[in-house]
């Protein structure tokens, strides 16, 4: 009883928008649905937010794509957006020294606005999101591949609420995917309904951390069309929200959504941090777990086509480029 979202021609004539280019779903060999090069835990006015050595920065995170490359992995879709350190020129140049193609996002972490977009509304807020889905970000031909919003987990707070709305009108006006991250299903819940409002479809929602709520919870927005990702794999513990982290539970809970018919809707990933700023905040996990050691236990468990589809096929469908955004 599978609800087919996508077939292998859809996949292999989509294309997704790095900060290299369009690449071709054709074209990717292994893919990684959410991840970061870098994040930044100060506050946007901290004199010491992104201050940092960059090209130390982009060393450690080109060594680490290199061997992300090795293991066959050309395509890593990066969550830092606004507010938590986004660089897409860094992120541009380690692309292009490891070969692996990023995806940057746009849209801003919780509600931390950049000084410069502090005061703006929510239509020109979505219009710099729009812009930078479109045009490109800071200045450069760089183009964001999905918006990324957030709320605080407990709630969607006041000063939150036009940020999620602005992010849906972006997301909405241009087709883009619109990423939310979201441990808690009684806030994604609330944001989808502030989405809604905007006449955002679920049908480009990717619901990160999903495998911090139950399985109950998971199956009720995949089948409004939600796109999920569970992605503590490899962690040893989830020092932010307390979910299930062992290869055991999150096998467990991807088949049950697979016998529910949703193995077209269902992403994995690390949600490892290359690089934090400040350091003394680097929490231990390592996005190298995935293809070396998950990818085998996936493949034992649901076989080798179902662990392509959930590994690669589904992150090129999540962050497909839409086609209301012409060529350059
Ligand atoms: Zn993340």
């Known amino acids: 009883m599978t609800s087919k979202r996508h077939t292998a021609k859809d996949i ?7 900060v290299v280019g369009l690449l071709r779903g054709r074209d990717v060999e292994k893919a990684m649905a959410h991840e970061h090069m870098f994040v930044d835990f100060h506050e946007t006015s901290d ?13 450690a995170a080109v060594e680490n794509a290199s061997i992300l490359r090795s293991q066959g992995v050309n395509l890593v879709v990066d969550w830092t957006n606004l507010g938590i350190g986004r660089n897409a020129v ?10 692996v193609q990023i995806v940057c ?3 801003i972490y919780k509600d931390l606005r950049p000084p410069a977009l502090a005061r703006i509304s929510v239509n020109d807020l979505a219009r710099h999101f729009i812009d930078e889905l479109r045009f490109g970000i800071d200045g450069t031909s760089i183009r964001a591949g999905f918006v990324k919003a957030s709320a605080t987990e407990e709630g969607v707070t006041s000063r939150e609420r036009p940020i999620l709305r602005a992010a849906a009108v972006a997301a909405k006006e241009t ?14 819940k609330a944001a989808v309904r502030i989405l809604e409002k905007e006449e955002f479809s679920l ?3 990717v619901w990160a951390h999903a495998q911090v709520s139950s399985l109950d919870e998971n199956k009720a927005l995949a089948d409004r069309g939600a796109m ?24 467990d809970r991807l088949e049950g959504m697979i016998d529910s018919g949703f193995e077209d809707q269902i992403m994995l990933s690390t949600d490892a941090a ?3 700023n400040p350091p003394s905040f680097q929490y231990d996990r390592h996005n190298t777990y995935l293809y070396r050691y998950f990818e085998g236990k996936l493949a034992e468990r649901v076989g080798t086509r179902r662990t392509r589809k959930i590994l690669r096929d589904n992150v090129i469908f999540a962050f497909r480029r839409p086609l209301k955004i012409a060529d350059p």
């Open 12 to 18: 292999a004539s989509a294309q997704v928008q790095t």
């Open 47 to 59: 004199p010491d937010y992104m201050n940092v050595i960059w090209s130390n920065k982009i060393g």
């Open 90 to 99: 860094a992120l541009r140049d380690v692309a292009v020294q490891s070969d």
């Open 105 to 107: 996002a746009t849209g």
């Open 175 to 188: 087709g883009s995917a619109l990423g939310f991250h979201g441990p808690l299903a009684a806030t994604t």
């Open 203 to 205: 049908q480009r929602f």
């Open 228 to 251: 999920l990702q569970y992605d503590a794999i490899g962690a040893r513990v989830d020092e932010f929200f307390g979910g299930p982290v062992s290869d055991s539970t999150m096998l």
């Open 274 to 276: 290359v690089c934090i």
